[in-house]
């Protein structure tokens, strides 16, 4: 699979694997950061059978066989080097991790500064990333808004 399609299957997977739409992860600005982060730290090889799974599960036309089909067969530590899991943390954290399969090798280095900004950690929490994106002068009189989905 050359790297155009692979990069093309990146945003809809990682919607997939974390949750939010895939306009959210844009609005982000690391979709490109994050892509090039996972395809110079994975072997290419893995990467290249991870995107192919991929494009046959996206192709599927149920959403709950989709569901399943990440489930079993991304989902694994085994599978893939653990890529989906790590895409995974990347977008939530920021952060590249690197020896999931093997826990007691666990690592993690910070992606770059804008990455720890725009974790979607701070949004799942519903807060904001301590050092930026401040609420603005005041704002902790107010009890903060609800947001349902």
């Given at each position: 699979?050359?790297s155009q399609n692979?990069?093309?299957?990146?945003?809809?997977?990682?919607?997939?694997?974390?949750?939010?739409?895939?306009?959210?992860?844009?609005?982000?600005?690391?979709?490109?950061?994050?892509?090039?982060?996972?395809?110079?730290?994975?072997?290419?090889?893995?990467?290249?059978?991870?995107?192919?799974?991929?494009?046959?599960?996206?192709?599927?036309?149920?959403?709950?066989?989709?569901?399943?089909?990440?489930?079993?067969?991304?989902?694994?530590d085994s599978s893939?080097?653990?890529?989906?899991?790590?895409?995974?943390?990347?977008?939530?954290?920021?952060?590249?991790?690197?020896?999931?399969?093997?826990?007691?090798?666990?690592?993690?280095?910070?992606?770059?500064?804008?990455?720890?900004?725009?974790?979607?950690?701070?949004?799942?929490?519903?807060?904001?990333?301590?050092?930026?994106?401040?609420?603005?002068?005041?704002?902790?009189?107010?009890?903060?808004?609800?947001?349902?989905?």
């Open positions: 699979m050359d692979t990069q093309a299957l990146f945003l809809p997977i990682s919607a997939r694997l974390t949750g939010f739409e895939a306009v959210e992860l844009e609005g982000t600005g690391m979709t490109q950061t994050y892509f090039d982060t996972l395809s110079k730290n994975t072997p290419p090889d893995v990467l290249a059978l991870f995107f192919e799974e991929v494009a046959a599960i996206l192709a599927l036309q149920d959403d709950d066989a989709i569901d399943a089909a990440i489930r079993s067969r991304l989902m694994p893939y080097d653990a890529t989906a899991k790590v895409i995974i943390l990347m977008w939530y954290t920021g952060e590249w991790y690197s020896g999931i399969g093997e826990s007691a090798n666990v690592a993690s280095t910070q992606i770059d500064a804008p990455s720890y900004v725009q974790g979607l950690m701070w949004e799942a929490a519903e807060t904001h990333p301590p050092g930026a994106k401040q609420p603005g002068y005041g704002s902790w009189a107010e009890p903060p808004i609800r947001i349902t989905a």
